[in-house]
């Protein structure tokens, strides 16, 4: 540990005795001045003192000799003599050129902070003394000299976490809407609104957000992303710092889709032991709820399928919904937390609880997380945790605190302490210089305060990125590849080396990035997210009777002037684990204190730290000294998700269906439910309701109907309707519908019984937003009669078009997802329906079981049904005759009794005359139109046909008779033919052929490569004739066809090369940290003619293909590849160039033991289902346990086994590989 982290339990005794007295817990007769409330100075966290606006010019006056005193808690310091002589005309620092070694002299900021001290670099960037003398240094010997006398030294600033692909983004509105768990935000859940955040950032965008960064002092970042140059990728390119790369991972539990759960750890896909081979930085509870504390102790322990992650070589980014043991845990093994307070404190209204952590000694790391809802650069976090310190934590922290949680030990946190991180002898030269000349005795105070016109230099290795422009032409780094910047910096000339590090200028950087998030501020930055925290209707500003702005008030405070509101994870109380009336977060021994007056320690045989062993403890992970057990069924009440109903330890919880119904219940919870009847099924799952003679005395059958999600496999066949089960699985809200999923056990306890009556209602009762829609929702119902007005009415979110669905007269839709619906009913027929009431796609429709659900009870009148061919001919002079091709009127249903007539009318009368009305007598539906040609016309006429206000049209071309057709198309009008396979074309007239057939003559101008007919008739009154080509030697050659003088021209290319059709070709799934937006699949058309990918769809998953599924769309040309996904491009994913580009989300499965598998359909997307056989897929891994299927429709083994991260799975023409250089767009493997 290092000279800067002081004893916690003696550096914030003023501030615990000073609450302890506020709380009455000290002698009640005392008075307090310190108990006032802070007073408002306006500060908000958005207009910081420091940001200095732009008056940047000289620093003000320059002091004349060194002073520092920061109290005993302050790091120590040493003045090692007086400041060099003031750098001439107001600037900072002084150059005298020598070698490429640097002898910087300044305010040092190192083990001590050494005032008038130096830092000596030699000719490789690597510091070679620290102390308040290097000249007598070997390297010293004819270096460069910068003399800065208040110029602060400090270590680079490292950024521990931030998602660079999305630097592009300015900052997210939300309004006053705070959230409870990340993927409310991500995904809309729990009512919240949906947060649409682009990512993909192109390579110019991240390079203008890095250098948003080397402005603000930093030369580090974990960013999930990188540009080459400027900062160190610590994750990506370290630009030679040579450290363990950091696996970042944004996703350790698999749950991109959203997943949350309160309990129990059953998440999609939680990391393995593996990843603690190397510096792991993991998203772990980003949120304020149970859902958010569940993935620290899925994460931390093997219980209850949990995986312990928690390793010295851990940094947890967030931490916000932990406590006190599990803080103590993190500070057992040595894990670190990664803190990111604006863009907690704008999503959430809290953050993590870092004065509890730093209390049990947590190495506490910055981060700026992202623009969206974080801070621009590294100084703006550090304005952040600034202002929260001083107006809510009580000034807990010191300024050194803060600082060192942006270079000591934000290097501890991302394991790279070793080689950057401070100044000391054998790291690489990564400095900032800042200027200290207004706050000359507290340096640290000069970064806290610090916009990019006071950073007046940034080193990284030794080598200069950006600084005062005459400083950084007289080192010797700074002249070739720098440029001075066009605009002035806060007041201040600088120059950047973007040519030498980024291989561009200025210039084009900035045109590259017209739209993205402004590259510097010396204010507050535009539209930045506020740092106060804020929760409407729990707390908003701090007052006089809640100074710490906590909502809770200071007469009744734990923690009076420590910020620690009442989260929804509290359960209703301010944390205070020991029970000693001091809250957690300002307690400096959060676990209590032993007989001795000292802090307890953490006992990993007691991991929730309520002073019972873990084998006795009947809560193990969430602490209850007093191990209540309301239900004694063997699990404390304080982790029993049902602690008044007895269950097994980790069960299910007896629950009924009308309590899931009525929202009652919370999503995850884990439940059973009895005495139900099967009433439908199908390969998704089955509907149930209670037993009529089990119904709730007070709801009846209202709200007693259910949809069980649970698709049949291997493993699972759906109940038979009829029969009487129990289930037990997860409650959830899937877009407004409540149901059960993950079918953990079903019991079948009858079976062959009738299924209930159906409950009679009405369209205006059931139809969405209907007085019963809600309470009838998964019933079986009846609806009375109602008349069919429309068929497939637009889909809905998540459906797809043509719906397969009708609708009847008041809006209610019946759906065909039990059971095909053809054909549909008529419009204007009036039908009795019977079904299942469900709730999807924004629409309340009843599901027929079978086509005998749906009664006709009358016909309605006819109606126009079709009006075709589209275009037909007629020769001038035939009287009332058939056109060519024949034209007819098409009515959806034989005319009644009386019959029924069709109004015709032609728009050019002079050249075609139509009968007035069709006559259609009964029990005919279809007649064709007699039409009389009175002249040739000058093209197509339209002809209308109209019944009962519905008009089609039709045209019609009168010929002169004497006109001979000429040749109008030949299709394809190219080709490429396999040998000795046979292509179908067709020739195509304009007109209608000549009497006894038209000849079209064929030639092939190279006949050694294909053979064809010498000519093909069309045939009389047709328009078109089929003729076959066959391939027979590789190569090109030309078919040429003719009639009535006019030559077409068809390009033929013969190949030996196999037709393979559309497959998949190469698939990425696995990058070094977060596979959000980086992962493709690229396709290729090894057929022989252009393919439409609009009829095409992906799927993916372990269990089966509808784990992720994506339409495809475009047209495909022959041998061509196609690439989808991203839209991340950058070295780490084969920097792809994407045909169609989007997050692939949920993510592709990373396989393992149980194989994944990506696969093609030859169907739209909301057509796959669970047992549909792919058209082409590819399934790796260890092992098929799962029966993933293949193109054969059987469940084959592994194609490949696992790639690691960066490779990608190849496609030969032997088989599937593992490629270590991926090649995305370049399908050459295929045909090799």
């Not at 009375?784 to 068929?791: L, N, P, R, T």
């Not at 090109?1036 to 290319?1053: E, I, K, N, R």
Request: aromatic share 6%.
């Amino acid at each position: 540990m290092s000279t800067f982290h002081t004893s916690n339990s003696i550096a914030h005794l003023p501030l615990l005795l000073g609450a302890l007295l506020c709380l009455g817990l000290l002698a009640s007769s005392l008075t307090l001045s310190g108990c006032d409330p802070l007073s408002n100075d306006g500060n908000t966290g958005d207009d910081d003192t420091g940001d200095g606006g732009g008056d940047d010019d000289d620093g003000g006056d320059t002091p004349s000799e060194y002073s520092y005193d920061l109290g005993d808690e302050a790091p120590s310091g040493v003045i090692c003599g007086a400041p060099e002589a003031t750098p001439p005309e107001g600037a900072l620092c002084r150059v005298s050129e020598g070698t490429d070694a640097l002898l910087v002299q300044g305010i040092i900021l190192a083990d001590e902070v050494l005032m008038g001290g130096q830092v000596l670099l030699d000719e490789v960037g690597r510091i070679a003394c620290v102390g308040c003398d290097c000249s007598s240094e070997p390297e010293a010997a004819g270096a460069s000299q910068l003399s800065c006398p208040f110029g602060v030294v400090s270590p680079g600033l490292i950024n521990t976490h931030d998602h660079i692909s999305y630097t592009q983004n300015w900052p997210e509105p939300h309004g006053a809407e705070r959230y409870e768990h990340r993927h409310d935000w991500r995904r809309g859940r729990n009512g919240h609104t949906e947060l649409h955040v682009s990512g993909g950032a192109s390579t110019e965008e991240k390079a203008w957000g890095e250098l948003r960064f080397v402005l603000g002092g930093a030369t580090s970042i974990l960013g999930s992303g990188n540009s080459d140059g400027l900062l160190r990728n610590l994750d990506r390119d370290q630009e030679g710092l040579g450290a363990e790369s950091v696996h970042y991972q944004t996703f350790p539990l698999g749950d991109s889709g959203g997943a949350t759960l309160d309990s129990s750890c059953g998440y999609p896909n939680i990391d393995s032991p593996s990843v603690l081979q190397t510096p792991y930085a993991p998203h772990i509870s980003e949120g304020i709820d149970l859902g958010a504390r569940n993935e620290f102790v899925c994460l931390s322990s093997e219980e209850n399928g949990g995986t312990d992650l928690l390793a010295a070589n851990t940094a947890i980014i967030h931490g916000v919904g932990i406590g006190a043991a599990d803080a103590s845990l993190i500070a057992y093994e040595g894990a670190k937390v990664i803190w990111s307070p604006r863009s907690n404190v704008d999503l959430y209204g809290n953050t993590a609880p870092v004065t509890m952590l730093d209390s049990l000694g947590v190495t506490i790391a910055l981060g700026t997380d992202w623009t969206a809802s974080g801070s621009m650069n590294v100084l703006r976090e550090l304005a952040c945790a600034d202002f929260l310190n001083q107006d809510y934590y009580g000034g807990w922290f010191g300024d050194w605190d803060l600082w060192a949680m942006t270079t000591e030990r934000a290097a501890q946190a991302m394991g790279i302490q070793e080689a950057t991180g401070s100044l000391r002898d054998g790291l690489f030269g990564d400095i900032a210089i800042f200027d200290g000349r207004e706050v000359p005795t507290n340096p640290f105070r000069a970064i806290l305060d610090a916009s990019p016109g006071q950073v007046h230099l940034v080193l990284r290795g030794g080598e200069v990125l950006y600084g005062d422009s005459a400083v950084v032409a007289a080192l010797p780094t700074g002249g070739t590849g720098c440029e001075e910047l066009p605009m002035d910096i806060c007041g201040q000339s600088r120059r950047a080396c973007l040519s030498r590090e980024l291989g561009t200028s200025y210039a084009a950087l900035e045109a590259a990035n017209a739209s993205s998030y402004s590259l510097f501020s010396c204010d507050t930055p535009p539209d930045e997210p506020s740092c106060v925290p804020f929760r409407p209707g729990e707390y908003e500003e701090a007052t006089t009777a809640d100074p710490d702005g906590d909502g809770v008030p200071q007469i009744k405070d734990n923690c009076p002037t420590v910020f620690n509101p009442v989260r929804p994870l509290d359960q209703g109380d301010q944390r205070d684990h020991d029970d000693d009336g001091l809250g957690d977060a300002c307690d400096p021994c959060p676990l209590g204190e032993n007989d001795d007056g000292e802090c307890i320690e953490f006992d990993p045989d007691d991991r929730d730290a309520d002073g019972v062993s873990e084998d006795l403890d009947n809560c193990p992970t969430i602490p209850n000294i007093d191990q209540l057990d309301y239900d004694e069924d063997g699990t404390g009440d304080a982790c029993d998700p049902c602690p008044t109903r007895p269950n097994a330890p980790g069960g299910a919880c007896p629950a009924t269906v009308y309590e899931l119904k009525r929202g009652e219940l919370e999503p995850g919870l884990f439940v059973q439910l009895e005495d139900l009847i099967v009433t439908a099924n199908n390969e998704d799952g089955f509907f149930c309701q209670v037993a009529q003679e089990s119904r709730d005395d007070e709801w009846g059958i209202d709200y007693s109907g259910l949809w069980v999600y649970a698709p049949s496999g291997e493993d699972f066949t759906p109940p038979a309707p009829g029969e009487r089960i129990t289930v037990t699985g997860s409650v959830n809200s899937w877009y407004g519908q409540w149901q059960l999923l993950n079918v953990d056990e079903l019991t079948v306890h009858q079976g062959a019984l009738s299924t209930p009556t159906p409950e009679d209602v009405t369209v205006a009762e059931v139809t969405t937003g209907g007085a019963r829609a809600n309470a009838l929702e998964g019933i079986l119902v009846a609806v009375a009669g109602a008349q069919v007005i429309e068929h497939n009415p637009p889909a809905g979110p998540g459906d797809v078009d043509p719906t397969g669905a009708f609708v009847l007269e008041g809006g209610l839709r019946v759906n065909d997802f039990l059971s095909p619906l053809s054909p549909l009913p008529l419009i204007g027929d009036t039908v009795q329906v019977t079904g299942l009431l469900r709730f999807a796609n924004d629409n309340s429709k009843v599901e027929p079981r079978t086509s005998q659900d749906v009664a006709a009870l009358s016909s309605g009148p006819p109606q126009l049904l079709e009006f075709g061919p589209a275009s037909v001919f007629l020769d001038s002079g035939l009287v009332a005759s058939t056109t060519i091709p024949e034209l007819t009127v098409t009515l959806d249903r034989p005319a009644p009794e009386d019959g029924t007539s069709v109004t015709l009318v032609s728009l050019e009368p002079t050249s075609l005359e139509a009968p007035a009305e069709l006559f259609f007598a009964e029990g005919e539906s279809s007649l064709p139109v007699p039409l009389t040609g009175l002249e040739p016309s000058n093209g197509p006429v339209d002809l209308e046909a109209t019944l009962d206000g519905l008009s089609l049209s039709a045209t019609v071309e009168v010929l002169d008779p004497s006109r001979a057709p000429v040749l109008e198309t030949v299709q394809p009008a190219q080709a490429t033919l396999q040998v000795g396979a046979t292509t179908t074309f067709t020739a195509t007239l304009d007109i209608p052929a000549a009497a006894f057939g038209t000849p079209v003559s064929l030639a092939l101008s190279d006949e050694s490569r294909a053979s064809a007919p010498l000519e093909v008739v069309v045939a009389e009154d047709t328009l078109s004739a089929e003729f076959d080509v066959t391939g027979t030697a590789a190569g090109d050659t030309t078919l040429t066809a003719t009639a009535g003088g006019v030559s077409l021209d068809v390009l033929l290319t013969v190949s030996d090369v196999p037709d393979l059709g559309l497959v998949i070709s190469e698939v990425l799934y696995d990058t070094p940290s977060s596979d959000d937006g980086t992962e493709w699949i690229e396709l290729y058309n090894g057929s022989f003619t252009a393919i439409d990918l609009a009829n095409y769809s992906l799927g993916w998953g372990g269990n089966d293909y509808t784990y992720g599924t994506v339409q495809l769309s475009t047209v495909l040309e022959p041998g061509a590849c196609f690439v989808l996904g991203g839209p991340t491009s950058d070295a780490s994913n084969g920097a792809p160039i994407y045909d169609l580009s989007g997050d692939l989300n949920p993510d592709l499965q990373n396989s393992g033991s149980a194989a994944d598998g990506v696969a093609l359909f030859d169907v739209p997307e909301g057509s796959i289902t669970t047992t549909m056989t792919p058209i082409d897929s590819v399934i790796y891994g260890s092992a098929n346990s799962n029966q993933l299927l293949d193109a054969s429709g059987a469940s084959g083994p592994p194609d490949v086994g696992e790639a690691s991260a960066s490779e990608s799975l190849e496609r030969t023409a032997s088989g599937w590989r593992v490629q270590s250089a991926p090649t995305p767009g370049d399908c050459a493997a295929i045909t090799q």
